[in-house]
């Protein structure tokens, strides 16, 4: 018996090593903002989403599109889901109830005992499993959903519970233990084995047997001897002794039983992660829609079709920790294997780039995405490789660094990859930068690697536009013309200016309160001026 | 059915007694080092005794080599060693039994060391026979076990015993525990109920569950409700108990003495070739030797000393192996040159490969033709001995001495830096006294000295000397060749040694 919910064939592994590159996803994809939000409060739904979002990479599109399935049921009906979640967690909780400690459970007799007691706990959550189901299973459609629903009430059925409950009470010994044995080294009892003991028929056909002659006796089938002893009751030695035979007796049942319990507790584990992934996906969505911001199930598409392409795409973290609505973008990029992104300072051009992540990765997990359309072909691999702060540990200078960074991407690239860069090599002057850059972009478009590119290396843009064969995509941050940004990515191509000298103008000049009050939209760009003002003139 | 010894070709050979001792020279060529390890781990067969034999005799030699070369070069060795592995748990299961204070156990564990015992003498027949020994020893052996695992006492003991075995092993019994009430009765059928747990939540399997391990106390002895039980599963079953007590009181030395002898005495031979094959491992080689008395011209190709190669490749160290040779009338070496150069060790190995040979075994080198010593002597340096009152220099003499009483001419001498202790005139004087009393005795000899005058003395000595490296001559190469002494390099290290060569010096002083 398997939940299922997030693979259709195959378990959920909470202890795989995530992603190398995990660690730079969360960081240049602000995902903390993400899984706190997910999360809400429920540390073991965080440690679940993470690991979830952070290995979307591995999914292929029929794993996508079953838990798009399955996660639409969730959205319809985010209370049973809520119900469900709250038993699997109940589950989790017993074990900790009854903890003997290792010494203990190095003796079977208390294995058993534990394993019984746990199994009585799980009978009884079981139990409330399957009010639920019963409750609601009509109401649930997808693949995934409907196909546990009917495993829990084939597997589930009554008969099944009162056969469960029978050996847990048969367990507790109570007409006595009856081992089989066999001799082994040193004539010792060996090869111990566990049944039932026979119900006491004795005596029922024994009288008539007094009125059959001796000489006929010895003909008949004889009962077979049985030979006995009773310890004496203050025989303390003899009571231990006894009870080290039955420990041996029941090792072997012990083992099953607590493997047994081991195993519905790994199935409730189970359940309970795979579930906590499906509540996360409901904490958002319920904090997006009380926002008023739309969402939408994605269309993955196989890789080999390289698309890319949505309306109304906004960066989902952003969303989530301003009040008001954000600005949503649309592009077409399914005939471009490189998106390069240049214009205005300040203008949204590292937000976009994160929202194509965010969508991306959300999307491969199996998760609705911020944005009214969003299709895209399913990556092997997303990478990020953004403009970092100084390198905290001085080890390397600042190119290095970053030449180390993009090297460590290609030991993992392959060619059905994604890889968003942030400008890149702006840390040298802007010939230097722009060769390395280009030479870079160009042989990952060659190999068919899809790359967005953020940049304000004006001669890495002027000269892909000016060898454009409609592989390279322009688009550019929007500004009007009197400075102010719009925050909107538009087709559009590259200018020799990025406008710094609008920021400039905005800190030191009287532009500054215009900019932030006037316009409609918050941007998350702005606490970061200060930041962006070095990197980016 | 004749056959006493795998190691003694004539029955008339005295077996060694138990209290042999090492000879005099073991811890001087640190034989008592090779020894050491060629035994380790196998006291119980007692094997140094067998080490302290030197034979007299080459064609006693010959025997050996043609059993050492059968088990080096067929699956017998590990036949022998498969054969000694269980020889040794029938005897751990005899002891067993001799410990166990409840009869009914005492009886199996006596019963299984005799199962051991029928297996292991069948099977020993098989391979001696399918192996095809040439040696006259395995030969004379195999012919011996043939005969004695077709006999008549040891068909019908295996028959017994097996017969007993699987009567044992088919009893199926039961144990109801209710209380304090105990019951056995005959197994009749009841289902495993374990398997029916596992069976009814199976349906929750999450892959592999993690197994359980408990502890129990695990004595061989049995506790008193297990005696009890087994007291009783012999009462529903008095014909196999009755058989297995007649069995016991019939069969009390079930051993052949002969099988035996066999057992230990074959572990001489498997214990050197389990050493040489680790040294071998390391790419050094070990060959059968040319052993005569005819001729004192003895020779070896690639010779090592054992003790230092076995310390150096535990270490992962590089061995390096000497040649010499002896010829027409030569008889002494001589070896000088430079100290720490490996002169100490070319006499131990010259010492080492006539004492191994005189066991009847191969050999360090790829090529030896060696002598068969009556008598081995050594002269190595000592501590000076506080007790007795003789001076250092007295004490060499007496000892040499000694030696010259007993040698005779078909004696080996090896001598290391005698008369250290006096003045070099002195030493000079009194060595030439003792070469000529080797010299008269013709005996062999080699000797380690600082006196290079010795090596050139007449035709009986042969000069060979360690070498270092030309461009470093601290550097030492730990060959020893024929060659001169010149006595140059020696000086030169010396001053090395002690850090007083001209640019040390310009060295030391400008600092």
Same mark, same amino acid.
């Given at each position: 018996?398997?939940?299922?919910?997030?693979?259709?064939?195959?378990?959920?592994?909470?202890?795989?090593?995530?992603?190398?590159?995990?660690?730079?996803?969360?960081?240049?994809?602000?995902?903390?903002?993400?899984?706190?939000?997910?999360?809400?409060?429920?540390?073991?739904?965080?440690?679940?989403?993470?690991?979830?979002?952070?290995?979307?990479?591995?999914?292929?599109?029929?794993?996508?599109?079953?838990?798009?399935?399955?996660?639409?049921?969730?959205?319809?009906?985010?209370?049973?889901?809520?119900?469900?979640?709250?038993?699997?967690?109940?589950?989790?909780?017993?074990?900790?109830?009854?903890?003997?400690?290792?010494?203990?459970?190095?003796?079977?007799?208390?294995?058993?005992?534990?394993?019984?007691?746990?199994?009585?706990?799980?009978?009884?959550?079981?139990?409330?499993?399957?009010?639920?189901?019963?409750?609601?299973?009509?109401?649930?459609?997808?693949?995934?959903?409907?196909?546990?629903?009917?495993?829990?009430?084939?597997?589930?059925?009554?008969?099944?519970?009162?056969?469960?409950?029978?050996?847990?009470?048969?367990?507790?010994?109570?007409?006595?233990?009856?081992?089989?044995?066999?001799?082994?080294?040193?004539?010792?009892?060996?090869?111990?084995?566990?049944?039932?003991?026979?119900?006491?028929?004795?005596?029922?056909?024994?009288?008539?047997?007094?009125?059959?002659?001796?000489?006929?006796?010895?003909?008949?089938?004889?009962?077979?001897?049985?030979?006995?002893?009773?310890?004496?009751?203050?025989?303390?030695?003899?009571?231990?002794?006894?009870?080290?035979?039955?420990?041996?007796?029941?090792?072997?049942?012990?083992?099953?039983?607590?493997?047994?319990?081991?195993?519905?507790?790994?199935?409730?584990?189970?359940?309970?992660?795979?579930?906590?992934?499906?509540?996360?996906?409901?904490?958002?969505?319920?904090?997006?829609?009380?926002?008023?911001?739309?969402?939408?199930?994605?269309?993955?598409?196989?890789?080999?079709?390289?698309?890319?392409?949505?309306?109304?795409?906004?960066?989902?973290?952003?969303?989530?920790?301003?009040?008001?609505?954000?600005?949503?973008?649309?592009?077409?990029?399914?005939?471009?294997?490189?998106?390069?992104?240049?214009?205005?300072?300040?203008?949204?051009?590292?937000?976009?780039?994160?929202?194509?992540?965010?969508?991306?990765?959300?999307?491969?997990?199996?998760?609705?995405?911020?944005?009214?359309?969003?299709?895209?072909?399913?990556?092997?691999?997303?990478?990020?490789?953004?403009?970092?702060?100084?390198?905290?540990?001085?080890?390397?200078?600042?190119?290095?660094?970053?030449?180390?960074?993009?090297?460590?991407?290609?030991?993992?690239?392959?060619?059905?990859?994604?890889?968003?860069?942030?400008?890149?090599?702006?840390?040298?002057?802007?010939?230097?930068?722009?060769?390395?850059?280009?030479?870079?972009?160009?042989?990952?478009?060659?190999?068919?690697?899809?790359?967005?590119?953020?940049?304000?290396?004006?001669?890495?843009?002027?000269?892909?536009?000016?060898?454009?064969?409609?592989?390279?995509?322009?688009?550019?941050?929007?500004?009007?013309?009197?400075?102010?940004?719009?925050?909107?990515?538009?087709?559009?191509?590259?200018?020799?200016?990025?406008?710094?000298?609008?920021?400039?103008?905005?800190?030191?000049?009287?532009?500054?309160?215009?900019?932030?009050?006037?316009?409609?939209?918050?941007?998350?760009?702005?606490?970061?001026?200060?930041?962006?003002?070095?990197?980016?003139? | 059915?004749?056959?006493?010894?795998?190691?003694?070709?004539?029955?008339?050979?005295?077996?060694?007694?138990?209290?042999?001792?090492?000879?005099?020279?073991?811890?001087?060529?640190?034989?008592?080092?090779?020894?050491?390890?060629?035994?380790?781990? !196998?006291?119980?067969? %007692? $094997?140094?005794?067998?080490? *302290?034999?030197? +034979?007299?005799?080459?064609?006693?030699?010959?025997? /050996? #080599?043609?059993?050492?070369?059968?088990?080096?070069?067929?699956?017998?060795?590990?036949?022998?060693?498969?054969?000694?592995?269980?020889?040794?748990?029938?005897?751990?299961?005899?002891?067993?039994?001799?410990?166990?204070?409840?009869?009914?156990?005492?009886?199996?564990?006596?019963?299984?060391?005799?199962?051991?015992?029928?297996?292991?003498?069948?099977?020993?027949?098989?391979?001696?026979?399918?192996?095809?020994?040439?040696?006259?020893?395995?030969?004379?052996?195999?012919?011996?076990?043939?005969?004695?695992?077709?006999?008549?006492?040891?068909?019908?003991?295996?028959?017994?015993?097996? !017969?007993?075995?699987? %009567? $044992?092993?088919?009893?199926? *019994?039961?144990? +109801?525990?209710?209380?304090?009430?105990?019951?056995? /009765? #005959?197994?009749?059928?009841?289902?495993?109920?374990?398997?029916?747990?596992?069976?009814?939540?199976?349906?929750?399997?999450?892959?592999?569950?993690?197994?359980?391990?408990?502890?129990?106390?695990?004595?061989?002895?049995?506790?008193?409700?297990?005696?009890?039980?087994?007291?009783?599963?012999?009462?529903?079953?008095?014909?196999?108990?009755?058989?297995?007590?007649?069995?016991?009181?019939?069969?009390?030395?079930?051993?052949?003495?002969?099988?035996?002898?066999?057992?230990?005495?074959?572990?001489?031979?498997?214990?050197?070739?389990?050493?040489?094959?680790?040294?071998?491992?390391?790419?050094?080689?070990?060959?059968?030797?040319?052993?005569?008395?005819?001729?004192?011209?003895?020779?070896?190709?690639?010779?090592?000393?054992?003790?230092?190669?076995?310390?150096?490749?535990?270490?992962?160290?590089?061995?390096?192996?000497?040649?010499?040779?002896?010829?027409?009338?030569?008889?002494?070496?001589?070896?000088?040159?430079?100290?720490?150069?490996?002169?100490?060790?070319?006499?131990?190995?010259?010492?080492?490969?006539?004492?191994?040979?005189?066991?009847?075994?191969?050999?360090?080198?790829?090529?030896?033709?060696?002598?068969?010593?009556?008598?081995?002597?050594?002269?190595?340096?000592?501590?000076?001995?506080?007790?007795?009152?003789?001076?250092?220099?007295?004490?060499?003499?007496?000892?040499?001495?000694?030696?010259?009483?007993?040698?005779?001419?078909?004696?080996?001498?090896?001598?290391?830096?005698?008369?250290?202790?006096?003045?070099?005139?002195?030493?000079?004087?009194?060595?030439?006294?003792?070469?000529?009393?080797?010299?008269?005795?013709?005996?062999?000899?080699?000797?380690?000295?600082?006196?290079?005058?010795?090596?050139?003395?007449?035709?009986?000595?042969?000069?060979?000397?360690?070498?270092?490296?030309?461009?470093?001559?601290?550097?030492?190469?730990?060959?020893?060749?024929?060659?001169?002494?010149?006595?140059?390099?020696?000086?030169?290290?010396?001053?090395?040694?002690?850090?007083?060569?001209?640019?040390?010096?310009?060295?030391?002083?400008?600092?």
């Amino acid at each position: 018996m398997k939940a299922r919910l997030l693979y259709q064939d195959q378990d959920m592994d909470l202890k795989s090593p995530l992603p190398w590159n995990a660690e730079a996803l969360v960081k240049d994809l602000e995902l903390d903002t993400l899984f706190h939000a997910m999360a809400r409060s429920d540390d073991f739904v965080r440690e679940v989403t993470r690991r979830v979002v952070l290995s979307g990479a591995e999914n292929d599109v029929e794993t996508i599109r079953y838990r798009r399935g399955v996660l639409r049921d969730c959205l319809n009906h985010p209370g049973v889901v809520r119900d469900l979640y709250a038993v699997a967690a109940e589950a989790a909780e017993h074990e900790k109830k009854i903890f003997f400690g290792n010494t203990l459970m190095r003796y079977p007799d208390w294995v058993l005992r534990r394993s019984i007691d746990l199994s009585e706990m799980f009978l009884v959550t079981i139990k409330k499993l399957r009010k639920i189901v019963e409750l609601h299973a009509d109401k649930f459609s997808s693949e995934g959903w409907t196909a546990f629903f009917a495993t829990l009430q084939e597997e589930l059925t009554d008969e099944y519970l009162v056969r469960a409950h029978d050996h847990v009470k048969q367990l507790k010994f109570r007409s006595g233990m009856l081992l089989g044995a066999g001799l082994g080294k040193g004539n010792m009892g060996t090869r111990y084995a566990l049944h039932i003991p026979p119900r006491t028929s004795r005596g029922k056909w024994e009288w008539l047997k007094s009125f059959v002659p001796e000489w006929l006796k010895r003909l008949l089938p004889q009962r077979p001897p049985v030979l006995g002893f009773s310890l004496h009751p203050r025989d303390e030695s003899g009571a231990r002794a006894l009870r080290e035979l039955e420990n041996r007796g029941i090792a072997g049942v012990a083992n099953t039983l607590a493997q047994s319990t081991d195993n519905i507790r790994g199935f409730f584990d189970k359940l309970r992660s795979e579930l906590a992934f499906y509540v996360g996906c409901v904490n958002l969505h319920e904090q997006l829609s009380r926002k008023g911001e739309p969402i939408c199930l994605p269309l993955p598409v196989a890789v080999d079709k390289r698309r890319l392409s949505f309306r109304g795409l906004y960066d989902v973290c952003l969303a989530l920790s301003v009040d008001r609505r954000v600005v949503g973008n649309t592009a077409n990029a399914d005939e471009q294997n490189v998106v390069i992104v240049t214009g205005a300072n300040q203008g949204g051009k590292s937000t976009f780039l994160r929202s194509v992540g965010l969508a991306q990765l959300m999307m491969q997990c199996g998760m609705f995405v911020a944005a009214e359309s969003f299709r895209s072909s399913v990556y092997g691999g997303i990478f990020t490789h953004f403009k970092r702060e100084e390198d905290a540990a001085m080890k390397s200078g600042k190119l290095d660094e970053e030449i180390g960074r993009m090297s460590a991407i290609v030991d993992h690239l392959t060619s059905n990859s994604m890889v968003l860069f942030n400008e890149p090599f702006a840390s040298t002057n802007e010939r230097e930068g722009s060769e390395i850059a280009r030479q870079i972009l160009l042989s990952l478009s060659d190999l068919g690697v899809k790359v967005i590119c953020v940049t304000h290396l004006y001669e890495l843009a002027r000269g892909l536009h000016e060898r454009n064969t409609g592989n390279v995509l322009f688009l550019r941050a929007d500004r009007h013309a009197d400075g102010t940004r719009t925050f909107r990515i538009v087709e559009g191509e590259p200018l020799e200016t990025s406008f710094g000298e609008d920021l400039y103008e905005s800190i030191f000049g009287a532009g500054s309160d215009q900019c932030a009050t006037t316009d409609p939209v918050v941007h998350a760009s702005a606490p970061k001026a200060v930041t962006l003002q070095r990197g980016g003139d | 059915m004749t056959f006493r010894s795998i190691l003694f070709p004539n029955t008339g050979d005295c077996i060694p007694n138990e209290g042999l001792s090492a000879p005099d020279f073991f811890f001087d060529l640190n034989l008592d080092q090779i020894i050491d390890a060629i035994t380790a781990g !196998k006291t119980e067969y %007692d $094997l140094k005794s067998f080490f *302290y034999m030197p +034979l007299q005799d080459a064609e006693a030699i010959t025997w /050996r #080599h043609e059993i050492m070369q059968d088990l080096d070069a067929t699956p017998l060795l590990d036949n022998i060693k498969a054969f000694a592995q269980r020889m040794r748990a029938m005897r751990e299961h005899l002891a067993q039994s001799g410990k166990m204070s409840c009869k009914l156990q005492k009886e199996r564990w006596f019963l299984d060391a005799a199962d051991i015992y029928c297996d292991v003498v069948t099977r020993l027949a098989h391979d001696l026979s399918v192996a095809e020994p040439r040696s006259r020893g395995l030969l004379a052996f195999r012919k011996y076990v043939t005969l004695y695992a077709g006999s008549d006492s040891f068909t019908s003991l295996f028959q017994r015993t097996k !017969k007993l075995i699987a %009567d $044992l092993s088919a009893i199926h *019994y039961t144990v +109801l525990m209710n209380g304090l009430r105990v019951e056995v /009765r #005959h197994y009749g059928g009841e289902p495993d109920y374990a398997s029916e747990v596992t069976a009814t939540f199976e349906i929750f399997r999450q892959g592999a569950a993690k197994e359980y391990s408990f502890n129990f106390i695990d004595s061989p002895q049995m506790n008193s409700v297990e005696e009890r039980i087994v007291a009783l599963v012999a009462l529903l079953h008095p014909d196999i108990f009755s058989a297995l007590e007649q069995y016991c009181a019939e069969n009390k030395d079930f051993q052949d003495r002969t099988i035996v002898t066999f057992d230990r005495e074959i572990q001489f031979y498997v214990a050197y070739l389990e050493h040489t094959a680790r040294v071998r491992n390391a790419g050094l080689k070990f060959c059968y030797p040319r052993v005569i008395r005819a001729s004192k011209e003895v020779r070896s190709v690639q010779g090592f000393d054992l003790a230092l190669a076995n310390n150096l490749i535990a270490e992962g160290g590089n061995v390096v192996c000497n040649d010499f040779h002896l010829k027409d009338g030569e008889r002494i070496i001589v070896v000088s040159g430079p100290n720490q150069g490996g002169k100490t060790t070319f006499a131990r190995t010259f010492g080492q490969l006539h004492y191994l040979a005189s066991l009847g075994c191969p050999v360090p080198g790829t090529h030896a033709q060696l002598f068969l010593f009556d008598r081995l002597f050594t002269h190595f340096e000592k501590e000076e001995n506080l007790k007795d009152l003789r001076g250092k220099l007295q004490d060499d003499l007496v000892r040499i001495h000694q030696i010259l009483e007993r040698a005779t001419p078909n004696s080996i001498i090896v001598m290391n830096e005698v008369f250290m202790s006096t003045t070099l005139r002195d030493a000079v004087a009194l060595s030439r006294k003792i070469a000529d009393k080797i010299m008269a005795l013709d005996l062999l000899c080699v000797w380690v000295t600082f006196i290079d005058e010795l090596a050139s003395l007449n035709e009986k000595t042969v000069s060979m000397v360690s070498t270092v490296v030309p461009e470093n001559p601290a550097l030492r190469t730990f060959k020893i060749v024929r060659r001169p002494a010149d006595g140059l390099a020696y000086a030169m290290c010396i001053a090395e040694k002690h850090r007083l060569t001209y640019s040390m010096i310009k060295e030391r002083i400008g600092s």
